[in-house]
């Protein structure tokens, strides 16, 4: 088009990163006005456009010759709490110049130049040719931080005293060793305690906090690190909530002799911050309207009425967890009968092994039944010797298998409840998983995975989490860390309210009868302030030779001397006139005095 008023123009695209390592030092400040000159360069001549990038990017102003409307845009800017991903920041700014034809394209990166901002796994990108890439590089030669980089902690309590363990993982991200780190903890605005730490340059210590009170409800935790030169980061939030124990059954058959739920009472009622109040019950001595009192409930191996049956069914169905195990009590024809509409499986013949035995395997370690044996692996060990063999429902999911290839757990959602069978026992009968160390930890996060509501103490920026509906349904009001309302309305369901946590800090959730508190931490990545070799990543980016990125990236800094230089000549210039002004009103001075004695 010749009527295009960029056609034979040099055009510019000037990315400015306002992620959250720019906050160090005075990074930002200088980014904001080498920006500022770099605008005023154009003259006015020059068609610019202004894009701010951290992990995602936004475009300021497209193609303008108003630098005026330019340099307020570059001010206005304000640092950001995102992570860096200069990849589709780059791949914005190459889309934008196919908006003009300017035959002299420019695209101007005004960075830290981050390592942790280029994903080495994500697909190699190029820019065309004729795009000219200027790197300006704000990072200082040195740099210094440390952060809490992670922090393992048991969100729920059911007692006063939190006798888990808070375990922090604390990273000296600098060059230099550093013997005086201190690390504060704080709950509810109170100091609980001080921590003193040596950690060797680049390398990870951990700190521990345990034996702490809680107050009823939510409790607001934070890990300071003081001294450090980098303050953006030096804040980790986190929250424990303490509330009441859960409502467990166990229904079982009726015996003789020592109860079939022994191992099972054992496991949920042995230790501290217990989730259960269990209680046990047979099968006959259940009412089956009282199921609307627990919110979980393990049927061991034992048969039940169709009565019982269909209340299981709705207990299910309204948001309770049930467990299944099928032992020498369950018959499959009666179960598939009773329990087929809504257990994971159809139940076959038992297969006795007679004297053999098989091992559980091909085990979902992502699953969070069996997440804590993730590392270990040692469920491999517990042998099993008779099962019911089984085929899941299409619905179903298969989360372990025994060796030989038959299910062992089997899990199956049912609108806003879940149903896991186990086609062995429970008890000693059929296996020796009660006998193993292993048996609790398991039967624990079975019960734990279907009656605790997923609660997590912290998430990281970016993130999106659920605000819990109040006892009405209606979503509560929620209001960010520095104190704006929330005006998103976006729903699950069942009426939770979705937030997505954009800054540092605790979420504040308001319900008409009590207040709760969201925890959102930076993404760490970003606490790590190594810079990316700026030569190799200009010939990656232009497909160039390294003699001519690491020409490119020389004019980085070239620039920036350049623009002091720049600065230095005005500064001369503004004391030159201020010189003048002073020499001329002297001068006219005199003259007045003289024409006043003459």
Same mark, same amino acid.
């Given at each position: 088009?010749?009527?295009?008023?960029?056609?034979?123009?040099?055009?510019?695209?000037?990315?400015?990163?306002?992620? &959250?390592?720019?906050?160090?030092?005075?990074? &930002?400040?200088?980014?904001?006005?080498?920006?500022?000159?770099?605008?005023?360069?154009?003259?006015?001549?020059?068609?610019?456009?202004?894009?701010? &990038?951290?992990?995602?990017?936004?475009?300021?102003?497209?193609?303008?010759?108003?630098?005026?409307?330019?340099?307020?845009?570059?001010?206005?800017?304000?640092?950001?709490?995102?992570?860096?991903?200069? #990849?589709?920041?780059?791949?914005?700014?190459?889309?934008?110049?196919? /908006?003009?034809?300017?035959?002299?394209?420019?695209?101007?990166?005004?960075?830290?130049?981050?390592?942790?901002?280029?994903?080495?796994?994500?697909?190699?990108?190029?820019?065309?040719?004729?795009?000219?890439?200027?790197?300006?590089? @704000?990072?200082?030669?040195?740099?210094?931080?440390?952060?809490?980089?992670?922090?393992?902690?048991?969100?729920? !309590?059911?007692?006063?005293?939190?006798?888990?363990?808070?375990?922090?993982?604390?990273?000296?991200?600098?060059?230099?060793?550093?013997?005086?780190?201190?690390?504060?903890?704080?709950?509810?605005?109170?100091?609980?305690?001080?921590?003193?730490?040596?950690?060797?340059?680049?390398?990870?210590?951990?700190? /521990?906090?345990?034996?702490?009170?809680?107050?009823?409800?939510?409790?607001?935790?934070?890990?300071?690190?003081?001294?450090?030169?980098?303050?953006?980061?030096?804040?980790?939030?986190?929250?424990?909530?303490?509330?009441?124990?859960?409502?467990?059954?166990? !229904?079982? #058959?009726?015996?003789?002799?020592?109860?079939?739920?022994?191992?099972?009472?054992?496991?949920?009622?042995?230790?501290?911050?217990?989730?259960?109040?269990?209680? !046990?019950?047979?099968?006959?001595?259940?009412?089956?309207?009282?199921? #609307?009192?627990?919110?979980?409930?393990?049927?061991?191996?034992?048969?039940?009425?169709?009565?019982?049956?269909?209340?299981?069914?709705?207990?299910?169905?309204?948001?309770?967890?049930?467990?299944?195990?099928?032992?020498?009590?369950?018959?499959?024809?009666?179960?598939?009968?009773?329990?087929?509409?809504?257990?994971?499986?159809? @139940?076959?013949?038992?297969?006795?092994?007679?004297?053999?035995?098989? #091992?559980?395997?091909?085990?979902?370690?992502?699953?969070?039944?069996?997440?804590?044996?993730?590392?270990?692996?040692?469920?491999?060990?517990?042998?099993?010797?008779?099962?019911?063999?089984?085929?899941?429902?299409?619905?179903?999911?298969?989360?372990?298998?025994?060796?030989?290839?038959?299910?062992?757990?089997?899990?199956?959602?049912?609108?806003?409840?879940?149903?896991?069978?186990?086609?062995?026992?429970?008890?000693?009968?059929?296996?020796?998983?009660?006998?193993?160390?292993?048996?609790?930890?398991?039967?624990?996060?079975?019960?734990?995975?279907?009656? /605790?509501?997923?609660?997590?103490?912290?998430?990281?920026?970016?993130?999106?989490?659920?605000?819990?509906?109040?006892?009405?349904?209606?979503?509560?009001?929620?209001?960010?860390?520095?104190?704006?309302?929330?005006?998103?309305?976006?729903?699950?369901?069942?009426?939770?309210?979705?937030?997505?946590?954009?800054?540092?800090?605790?979420?504040?959730?308001?319900?008409?009868?009590?207040?709760?508190?969201?925890?959102?931490?930076?993404?760490?990545?970003?606490?790590?302030?190594?810079? @990316?070799?700026?030569?190799?990543?200009?010939?990656?980016?232009?497909?160039?030779?390294?003699?001519?990125?690491?020409?490119?990236?020389?004019?980085?800094?070239?620039?920036?001397?350049?623009?002091?230089?720049?600065?230095?000549?005005?500064?001369? @210039?503004?004391?030159?006139?201020?010189?003048?002004?002073?020499?001329?009103? &002297? !001068?006219?001075?005199?003259?007045?005095?003289?024409?006043?004695?003459?």
């Amino acid at each position: 088009d010749k009527n295009d008023p960029a056609r034979g123009e040099r055009a510019n695209v000037i990315l400015l990163d306002t992620s &959250f390592s720019m906050r160090y030092g005075k990074r &930002f400040e200088q980014m904001k006005s080498r920006a500022q000159a770099l605008i005023d360069e154009g003259r006015g001549n020059e068609p610019t456009a202004l894009v701010s &990038f951290g992990s995602g990017y936004e475009v300021l102003s497209r193609f303008s010759k108003d630098t005026t409307k330019l340099r307020a845009l570059a001010d206005n800017l304000q640092a950001g709490w995102s992570g860096t991903d200069y #990849t589709q920041a780059l791949r914005g700014a190459a889309e934008l110049f196919k /908006e003009v034809k300017a035959g002299n394209k420019r695209l101007i990166v005004l960075s830290d130049f981050q390592a942790a901002g280029v994903n080495p796994a994500e697909a190699r990108f190029q820019l065309d040719p004729a795009i000219k890439f200027v790197p300006i590089d @704000l990072s200082e030669a040195e740099s210094s931080n440390v952060a809490v980089t992670d922090l393992a902690a048991q969100p729920l !309590i059911y007692q006063q005293k939190y006798s888990d363990k808070l375990t922090a993982r604390v990273t000296n991200f600098s060059d230099g060793n550093n013997d005086s780190v201190r690390v504060v903890f704080n709950l509810n605005d109170r100091v609980v305690e001080k921590r003193e730490l040596k950690i060797a340059a680049h390398d990870v210590a951990t700190v /521990e906090f345990t034996d702490f009170n809680l107050n009823e409800g939510i409790n607001r935790g934070t890990l300071q690190i003081e001294g450090d030169a980098f303050a953006a980061d030096n804040t980790f939030y986190f929250t424990l909530r303490r509330t009441e124990q859960l409502k467990a059954l166990v !229904i079982e #058959t009726a015996s003789r002799g020592r109860s079939e739920s022994f191992y099972l009472r054992n496991a949920l009622t042995t230790g501290e911050n217990l989730p259960f109040d269990l209680s !046990i019950k047979t099968a006959g001595a259940i009412n089956p309207n009282e199921l #609307t009192n627990y919110k979980v409930v393990v049927l061991n191996d034992a048969a039940v009425s169709n009565a019982l049956a269909e209340s299981l069914k709705k207990f299910v169905e309204n948001g309770g967890g049930l467990v299944i195990a099928a032992g020498p009590h369950t018959e499959a024809s009666a179960f598939n009968s009773t329990l087929g509409a809504f257990a994971p499986a159809q @139940l076959e013949n038992v297969n006795n092994l007679r004297g053999e035995y098989v #091992t559980l395997a091909d085990i979902k370690t992502e699953h969070p039944v069996f997440e804590v044996f993730r590392q270990s692996g040692r469920l491999a060990s517990s042998r099993v010797f008779s099962y019911h063999r089984a085929v899941p429902v299409t619905a179903a999911a298969t989360l372990a298998r025994f060796e030989d290839g038959a299910p062992a757990l089997i899990e199956r959602n049912l609108s806003s409840g879940k149903v896991l069978l186990f086609t062995s026992t429970f008890d000693a009968g059929w296996n020796d998983l009660p006998l193993s160390p292993l048996y609790l930890p398991l039967i624990r996060q079975m019960t734990r995975y279907l009656g /605790e509501r997923e609660e997590r103490a912290w998430h990281v920026i970016g993130e999106a989490f659920a605000a819990p509906a109040a006892a009405n349904r209606e979503p509560p009001a929620v209001d960010s860390p520095n104190g704006e309302r929330l005006t998103e309305r976006n729903l699950t369901a069942t009426g939770d309210l979705i937030v997505n946590g954009r800054e540092p800090g605790y979420y504040r959730l308001r319900y008409p009868d009590t207040t709760s508190f969201t925890a959102v931490n930076l993404d760490r990545k970003e606490s790590d302030l190594t810079k @990316l070799d700026l030569t190799e990543f200009t010939a990656r980016l232009t497909g160039g030779e390294s003699k001519d990125a690491a020409t490119a990236a020389a004019e980085s800094k070239l620039s920036k001397e350049e623009l002091e230089s720049q600065q230095r000549v005005w500064w001369m @210039l503004l004391i030159a006139a201020l010189l003048l002004f002073v020499a001329e009103a &002297f !001068i006219a001075r005199r003259i007045k005095m003289a024409k006043m004695i003459g």
